[in-house]
DNA sequence: ATTTATGCAAATCGTTTGCAAACCT
DNA sequence: AGGTTTGCAAACGATTTGCATAAAT
Protein backbone atom coordinates (compact mmCIF):
# COMPACT_ATOMS: atom_id res chain seq x y z
CA UNK A 1 0.00 0.00 0.00
CA UNK A 2 0.92 3.43 -0.68
CA UNK A 3 1.15 6.49 1.95
CA UNK A 4 -2.12 7.81 2.51
CA UNK A 5 -2.42 11.09 0.93
CA UNK A 6 -4.95 13.51 -0.99
CA UNK A 7 -4.16 12.76 -4.60
CA UNK A 8 -4.48 15.69 -7.27
CA UNK A 9 -7.80 15.05 -8.91
CA UNK A 10 -6.05 14.42 -12.35
CA UNK A 11 -6.39 10.37 -12.92
CA UNK A 12 -4.45 7.73 -10.94
CA UNK A 13 -1.39 7.31 -13.96
CA UNK A 14 1.55 9.00 -12.35
CA UNK A 15 0.21 9.41 -9.06
CA UNK A 16 0.22 5.81 -8.39
CA UNK A 17 1.97 4.33 -11.39
CA UNK A 18 0.19 1.94 -13.41
CA UNK A 19 1.93 -0.82 -13.28
CA UNK A 20 1.97 -0.90 -9.58
CA UNK A 21 -1.92 -0.98 -10.45
CA UNK A 22 -1.61 -3.47 -12.93
CA UNK A 23 0.32 -5.77 -10.24
CA UNK A 24 -2.26 -5.03 -7.37
CA UNK A 25 -4.92 -6.04 -9.83
CA UNK A 26 -3.14 -9.19 -11.35
CA UNK A 27 -3.25 -10.52 -7.57
CA UNK A 28 -6.76 -9.62 -6.88
CA UNK A 29 -7.74 -11.56 -10.33
CA UNK A 30 -5.56 -14.64 -9.65
CA UNK A 31 -6.63 -15.11 -5.92
CA UNK A 32 -10.30 -15.34 -7.08
CA UNK A 33 -8.75 -17.58 -10.11
CA UNK A 34 -9.34 -15.30 -12.71
CA UNK A 35 -7.16 -14.05 -15.49
CA UNK A 36 -6.24 -10.79 -16.19
CA UNK A 37 -6.92 -10.69 -19.91
CA UNK A 38 -6.17 -7.70 -22.40
CA UNK A 39 -9.35 -6.45 -21.86
CA UNK A 40 -10.07 -6.28 -18.68
CA UNK A 41 -6.45 -4.46 -18.90
CA UNK A 42 -8.06 -2.14 -21.14
CA UNK A 43 -10.71 -1.26 -19.13
CA UNK A 44 -8.46 -0.72 -15.79
CA UNK A 45 -6.28 1.90 -17.85
CA UNK A 46 -9.38 3.65 -19.30
CA UNK A 47 -10.77 3.91 -15.37
CA UNK A 48 -6.89 5.18 -14.15
CA UNK A 49 -6.91 7.82 -16.82
CA UNK A 50 -10.31 9.05 -15.67
CA UNK A 51 -10.31 11.71 -12.98
CA UNK A 52 -13.95 10.57 -12.45
CA UNK A 53 -15.78 8.08 -12.28
CA UNK A 54 -16.83 6.78 -15.86
CA UNK A 55 -20.47 5.02 -17.42
CA UNK A 56 -20.18 2.08 -19.93
CA UNK A 57 -21.88 4.35 -22.53
CA UNK A 58 -18.62 6.16 -22.31
CA UNK A 59 -16.25 2.82 -21.91
CA UNK A 60 -18.14 1.69 -25.59
CA UNK A 61 -17.28 4.81 -26.91
CA UNK A 62 -13.75 4.72 -26.76
CA UNK A 63 -11.00 4.13 -29.19
CA UNK A 64 -11.23 1.34 -29.77
CA UNK A 65 -14.49 0.97 -28.05
CA UNK A 66 -15.68 -1.57 -25.56
CA UNK A 67 -18.48 -3.73 -26.36
CA UNK A 68 -21.18 -2.82 -23.42
CA UNK A 69 -21.89 -6.31 -22.53
CA UNK A 70 -17.73 -7.40 -22.32
CA UNK A 71 -17.82 -4.08 -20.23
CA UNK A 72 -20.22 -5.11 -18.18
CA UNK A 73 -19.34 -8.69 -17.76
CA UNK A 74 -15.41 -7.58 -16.54
CA UNK A 75 -16.63 -4.86 -14.40
CA UNK A 76 -18.97 -7.42 -12.38
CA UNK A 77 -15.23 -9.33 -12.12
CA UNK A 78 -13.22 -6.46 -11.52
CA UNK A 79 -16.31 -5.45 -8.71
CA UNK A 80 -16.05 -8.72 -6.93
CA UNK A 81 -12.40 -8.99 -6.66
CA UNK A 82 -12.15 -5.40 -5.22
CA UNK A 83 -10.84 -3.82 -7.86
CA UNK A 84 -13.71 -1.56 -8.95
CA UNK A 85 -16.30 -0.03 -7.52
CA UNK A 86 -19.96 0.98 -8.57
CA UNK A 87 -21.00 4.21 -8.33
CA UNK A 88 -25.19 4.67 -8.27
CA UNK A 89 -26.24 8.29 -7.88
CA UNK A 90 -29.71 9.99 -9.14
CA UNK A 91 -29.66 9.19 -12.41
CA UNK A 92 -30.50 5.59 -14.13
CA UNK A 93 -26.91 4.97 -15.00
CA UNK A 94 -23.76 3.10 -13.19
CA UNK A 95 -20.79 4.70 -13.19
CA UNK A 96 -17.20 2.75 -12.53
CA UNK A 97 -13.84 3.96 -10.96
CA UNK A 98 -11.02 1.92 -9.21
CA UNK A 99 -11.66 1.01 -5.87
CA UNK A 100 -10.03 3.53 -2.87
CA UNK A 101 -8.39 0.17 -1.75
CA UNK A 102 -6.31 0.09 -4.87
CA UNK A 103 -5.78 3.60 -5.20
CA UNK A 104 -5.42 4.75 -1.81
CA UNK A 105 -7.49 7.78 -2.59
CA UNK A 106 -10.26 7.89 -0.04
CA UNK A 107 -12.68 10.79 -1.63
CA UNK A 108 -16.24 11.61 -2.65
CA UNK A 109 -18.47 12.98 -4.55
CA UNK A 110 -20.04 15.44 -6.29
CA UNK A 111 -23.19 14.94 -8.20
CA UNK A 112 -25.09 17.20 -10.75
CA UNK A 113 -28.94 16.31 -10.30
CA UNK A 114 -29.00 18.28 -13.67
CA UNK A 115 -26.54 15.84 -16.02
CA UNK A 116 -25.49 13.30 -13.57
CA UNK A 117 -21.55 13.94 -13.92
CA UNK A 118 -19.61 12.87 -10.69
CA UNK A 119 -16.84 14.44 -9.49
CA UNK A 120 -14.11 13.87 -6.94
CA UNK A 121 -13.61 15.81 -3.77
CA UNK A 122 -12.16 15.22 -0.45
CA UNK A 123 -12.78 16.71 2.82
CA UNK A 124 -10.08 17.35 5.73
CA UNK A 125 -8.93 14.51 7.79
CA UNK A 126 -10.39 15.82 10.91
CA UNK A 127 -13.70 15.95 9.48
CA UNK A 128 -13.43 12.17 7.83
CA UNK A 129 -12.36 10.85 11.59
CA UNK A 130 -15.32 12.55 13.76
CA UNK A 131 -17.24 11.31 11.43
CA UNK A 132 -16.09 8.03 11.71
CA UNK A 133 -16.13 7.84 15.07
CA UNK A 134 -20.17 8.35 15.42
CA UNK A 135 -20.38 6.09 12.07
CA UNK A 136 -18.71 3.19 14.09
CA UNK A 137 -21.05 4.29 17.28
CA UNK A 138 -24.16 3.58 14.79
CA UNK A 139 -22.90 0.49 13.68
CA UNK A 140 -22.10 -0.67 16.96
CA UNK A 141 -25.68 0.55 17.71
CA UNK A 142 -27.39 -1.63 15.12
CA UNK A 143 -25.41 -4.68 14.88
CA UNK A 144 -23.73 -3.54 11.53
CA UNK A 145 -20.66 -4.39 10.24
CA UNK A 146 -19.49 -1.65 8.21
CA UNK A 147 -17.75 -1.33 4.64
CA UNK A 148 -17.69 1.71 4.47
CA UNK A 149 -19.23 5.56 4.12
CA UNK A 150 -20.30 7.39 1.29
CA UNK A 151 -20.74 10.87 1.41
CA UNK A 152 -22.54 12.77 -1.52
CA UNK A 153 -22.69 16.27 -2.25
CA UNK A 154 -25.67 16.98 -4.31
CA UNK A 155 -26.59 20.21 -6.48
CA UNK A 156 -26.10 22.07 -10.13
CA UNK A 157 -22.71 21.91 -11.50
CA UNK A 158 -22.00 25.21 -13.80
CA UNK A 159 -22.99 23.94 -17.20
CA UNK A 160 -26.51 23.05 -15.80
CA UNK A 161 -27.44 25.89 -13.83
CA UNK B 1 -41.57 24.74 10.82
CA UNK B 2 -41.53 22.32 13.55
CA UNK B 3 -38.39 22.50 16.01
CA UNK B 4 -35.31 20.80 14.06
CA UNK B 5 -35.10 18.58 16.76
CA UNK B 6 -33.67 14.49 15.82
CA UNK B 7 -36.63 12.96 15.78
CA UNK B 8 -37.52 8.93 17.34
CA UNK B 9 -36.91 6.99 14.20
CA UNK B 10 -40.28 5.37 14.31
CA UNK B 11 -41.66 7.10 11.81
CA UNK B 12 -43.72 10.17 11.38
CA UNK B 13 -47.12 9.54 12.57
CA UNK B 14 -47.55 11.02 15.98
CA UNK B 15 -44.00 12.81 15.78
CA UNK B 16 -45.51 15.47 13.45
CA UNK B 17 -48.64 14.71 12.99
CA UNK B 18 -50.13 13.20 9.52
CA UNK B 19 -53.16 16.22 10.28
CA UNK B 20 -49.67 18.23 9.78
CA UNK B 21 -48.16 16.68 6.77
CA UNK B 22 -51.31 16.29 4.80
CA UNK B 23 -51.95 19.84 5.09
CA UNK B 24 -48.57 20.53 3.77
CA UNK B 25 -48.76 18.01 1.03
CA UNK B 26 -51.95 19.46 0.03
CA UNK B 27 -50.46 22.63 -0.22
CA UNK B 28 -47.18 21.81 -2.31
CA UNK B 29 -49.89 19.40 -4.86
CA UNK B 30 -51.65 22.64 -5.24
CA UNK B 31 -49.18 24.99 -6.25
CA UNK B 32 -48.39 22.90 -8.63
CA UNK B 33 -52.03 22.64 -10.00
CA UNK B 34 -52.05 19.16 -9.10
CA UNK B 35 -54.99 17.23 -6.87
CA UNK B 36 -54.80 15.64 -3.68
CA UNK B 37 -56.41 12.57 -4.05
CA UNK B 38 -57.53 9.31 -1.94
CA UNK B 39 -54.13 7.47 -3.44
CA UNK B 40 -52.08 9.78 -3.09
CA UNK B 41 -53.00 9.98 0.57
CA UNK B 42 -52.95 6.63 1.09
CA UNK B 43 -49.16 6.84 -0.56
CA UNK B 44 -48.26 9.55 1.95
CA UNK B 45 -49.71 7.63 4.71
CA UNK B 46 -47.69 4.72 3.97
CA UNK B 47 -44.45 6.83 3.82
CA UNK B 48 -45.10 8.49 7.17
CA UNK B 49 -45.78 4.48 8.81
CA UNK B 50 -42.79 4.11 7.57
CA UNK B 51 -39.47 4.23 9.88
CA UNK B 52 -37.19 3.67 6.61
CA UNK B 53 -37.44 4.36 2.93
CA UNK B 54 -40.18 2.21 1.43
CA UNK B 55 -40.02 0.20 -2.21
CA UNK B 56 -42.79 0.56 -4.35
CA UNK B 57 -42.81 -3.05 -4.43
CA UNK B 58 -44.08 -3.39 -0.50
CA UNK B 59 -46.30 -0.78 -1.59
CA UNK B 60 -47.78 -2.87 -4.05
CA UNK B 61 -48.29 -5.92 -1.08
CA UNK B 62 -49.54 -3.19 1.30
CA UNK B 63 -53.06 -3.72 2.23
CA UNK B 64 -55.17 -2.45 0.15
CA UNK B 65 -52.20 -2.78 -3.02
CA UNK B 66 -51.18 0.02 -4.24
CA UNK B 67 -50.76 -0.92 -8.19
CA UNK B 68 -47.13 -0.18 -9.31
CA UNK B 69 -47.51 1.99 -12.24
CA UNK B 70 -50.22 4.29 -10.03
CA UNK B 71 -47.26 4.33 -7.49
CA UNK B 72 -44.35 5.41 -9.69
CA UNK B 73 -46.34 7.97 -11.35
CA UNK B 74 -47.57 9.51 -7.75
CA UNK B 75 -44.19 8.65 -6.48
CA UNK B 76 -43.01 11.31 -9.43
CA UNK B 77 -45.58 13.95 -8.66
CA UNK B 78 -44.95 13.76 -5.10
CA UNK B 79 -40.89 14.57 -5.98
CA UNK B 80 -41.90 16.66 -8.14
CA UNK B 81 -43.44 19.75 -6.07
CA UNK B 82 -40.76 18.24 -2.76
CA UNK B 83 -43.10 16.03 -0.70
CA UNK B 84 -40.80 13.00 -1.15
CA UNK B 85 -37.44 12.24 -1.98
CA UNK B 86 -36.17 8.91 -4.50
CA UNK B 87 -33.53 6.85 -2.59
CA UNK B 88 -31.02 5.33 -4.75
CA UNK B 89 -28.42 3.15 -2.85
CA UNK B 90 -26.29 -0.52 -3.72
CA UNK B 91 -29.41 -2.49 -5.22
CA UNK B 92 -31.28 -1.69 -8.41
CA UNK B 93 -34.62 -0.69 -6.80
CA UNK B 94 -35.45 2.60 -5.89
CA UNK B 95 -36.96 3.77 -2.34
CA UNK B 96 -39.11 6.96 -1.11
CA UNK B 97 -39.58 8.58 1.55
CA UNK B 98 -40.94 11.83 3.13
CA UNK B 99 -39.06 14.89 2.16
CA UNK B 100 -36.56 16.40 5.03
CA UNK B 101 -38.33 19.21 3.94
CA UNK B 102 -41.54 17.88 5.47
CA UNK B 103 -40.62 16.27 8.68
CA UNK B 104 -38.08 18.46 9.04
CA UNK B 105 -36.14 15.73 9.87
CA UNK B 106 -32.03 15.84 8.25
CA UNK B 107 -31.24 11.85 8.29
CA UNK B 108 -28.84 10.06 6.71
CA UNK B 109 -28.97 5.99 5.71
CA UNK B 110 -27.44 2.67 6.92
CA UNK B 111 -27.54 0.41 4.09
CA UNK B 112 -26.55 -2.85 4.06
CA UNK B 113 -24.67 -4.46 1.16
CA UNK B 114 -26.62 -7.69 1.49
CA UNK B 115 -30.39 -7.39 1.53
CA UNK B 116 -30.15 -3.82 0.27
CA UNK B 117 -32.24 -2.62 3.60
CA UNK B 118 -31.77 0.84 4.17
CA UNK B 119 -32.47 2.41 7.91
CA UNK B 120 -32.26 6.11 9.36
CA UNK B 121 -29.53 7.53 11.48
CA UNK B 122 -28.36 10.67 12.51
CA UNK B 123 -25.22 12.39 13.48
CA UNK B 124 -24.59 14.80 15.79
CA UNK B 125 -25.33 18.83 14.83
CA UNK B 126 -21.61 19.58 15.28
CA UNK B 127 -20.61 17.59 12.65
CA UNK B 128 -22.92 18.38 10.29
CA UNK B 129 -22.16 21.61 10.71
CA UNK B 130 -18.25 21.43 9.63
CA UNK B 131 -19.23 18.94 7.21
CA UNK B 132 -21.45 21.45 5.57
CA UNK B 133 -18.71 24.33 6.00
CA UNK B 134 -16.72 22.10 3.70
CA UNK B 135 -19.32 21.18 1.31
CA UNK B 136 -19.70 24.95 0.81
CA UNK B 137 -16.27 25.79 -0.05
CA UNK B 138 -16.17 22.86 -2.57
CA UNK B 139 -18.80 23.84 -3.85
CA UNK B 140 -18.12 27.22 -4.26
CA UNK B 141 -14.64 26.43 -5.86
CA UNK B 142 -16.62 24.51 -8.64
CA UNK B 143 -19.45 26.76 -8.81
CA UNK B 144 -21.52 24.32 -8.09
CA UNK B 145 -25.13 25.06 -6.28
CA UNK B 146 -25.84 23.01 -3.40
CA UNK B 147 -29.26 21.66 -2.90
CA UNK B 148 -27.63 18.86 -0.22
CA UNK B 149 -25.47 16.56 0.69
CA UNK B 150 -26.04 12.34 1.57
CA UNK B 151 -23.80 10.74 3.38
CA UNK B 152 -24.48 7.06 3.95
CA UNK B 153 -23.05 3.85 6.11
CA UNK B 154 -22.31 1.13 4.40
CA UNK B 155 -22.25 -2.55 6.05
CA UNK B 156 -24.27 -5.19 6.28
CA UNK B 157 -26.88 -5.79 8.81
CA UNK B 158 -27.46 -8.25 11.74
CA UNK B 159 -29.47 -10.30 9.70
CA UNK B 160 -26.99 -10.92 6.60
CA UNK B 161 -23.85 -11.31 8.69
C1' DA C 1 -6.40 -29.69 -25.66
C1' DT C 2 -8.96 -27.81 -22.25
C1' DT C 3 -10.67 -24.23 -19.81
C1' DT C 4 -11.97 -19.32 -19.73
C1' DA C 5 -13.16 -14.88 -22.00
C1' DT C 6 -15.45 -12.37 -25.75
C1' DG C 7 -19.34 -10.25 -28.12
C1' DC C 8 -23.49 -10.46 -30.56
C1' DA C 9 -28.28 -11.02 -29.87
C1' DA C 10 -31.96 -12.22 -26.92
C1' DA C 11 -33.78 -12.07 -22.24
C1' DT C 12 -34.57 -9.52 -17.70
C1' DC C 13 -36.20 -6.34 -14.65
C1' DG C 14 -37.21 -1.87 -12.74
C1' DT C 15 -39.53 1.99 -14.38
C1' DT C 16 -42.28 4.76 -17.67
C1' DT C 17 -46.07 5.56 -20.79
C1' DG C 18 -50.50 4.92 -23.98
C1' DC C 19 -55.02 4.68 -23.48
C1' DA C 20 -59.82 3.72 -22.02
C1' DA C 21 -62.45 3.71 -17.86
C1' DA C 22 -63.26 5.88 -13.29
C1' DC C 23 -63.11 10.03 -10.55
C1' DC C 24 -63.44 14.75 -8.98
C1' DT C 25 -65.22 19.52 -9.12
C1' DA D 1 -69.63 18.14 -18.77
C1' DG D 2 -64.53 18.93 -18.74
C1' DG D 3 -60.36 17.95 -17.26
C1' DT D 4 -57.57 14.73 -14.14
C1' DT D 5 -56.30 10.34 -12.18
C1' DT D 6 -56.23 5.39 -12.29
C1' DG D 7 -54.50 0.89 -13.70
C1' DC D 8 -53.85 -2.53 -17.07
C1' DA D 9 -50.86 -3.70 -20.67
C1' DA D 10 -47.31 -2.48 -23.74
C1' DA D 11 -42.96 0.09 -24.27
C1' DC D 12 -38.35 1.47 -22.58
C1' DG D 13 -33.65 1.41 -21.26
C1' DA D 14 -29.98 -0.17 -18.45
C1' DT D 15 -28.00 -4.41 -17.28
C1' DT D 16 -27.56 -9.47 -17.57
C1' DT D 17 -27.21 -13.86 -19.85
C1' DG D 18 -27.12 -17.82 -23.64
C1' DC D 19 -24.29 -19.44 -26.82
C1' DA D 20 -20.99 -20.01 -30.51
C1' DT D 21 -16.30 -18.27 -31.46
C1' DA D 22 -11.71 -16.67 -29.99
C1' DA D 23 -8.08 -16.45 -26.63
C1' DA D 24 -5.22 -17.98 -22.90
C1' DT D 25 -2.77 -21.48 -20.31
Redesign the pocket.
Known amino acids: MRPPTAWPSAGTIGAVGLDDIHEQVGTL ?1 SRD ?8 R ?2 VEALARSDRPV ?3 SLRDADP ?13 LERVGVVE ?1 V ?1 TT ?5 FELSEQLTDHHHHHLVCTGCGVVEDFTVPEAIERSLDRRLAEVAAERGFEVTGHRLDLVGTCAACR
Chains 1, 2 share one sequence.
Not at 91 to 95: E, I
Open positions: LGQRYTTERRLTVEPIPMSSAYRNLSVRRDDRAR
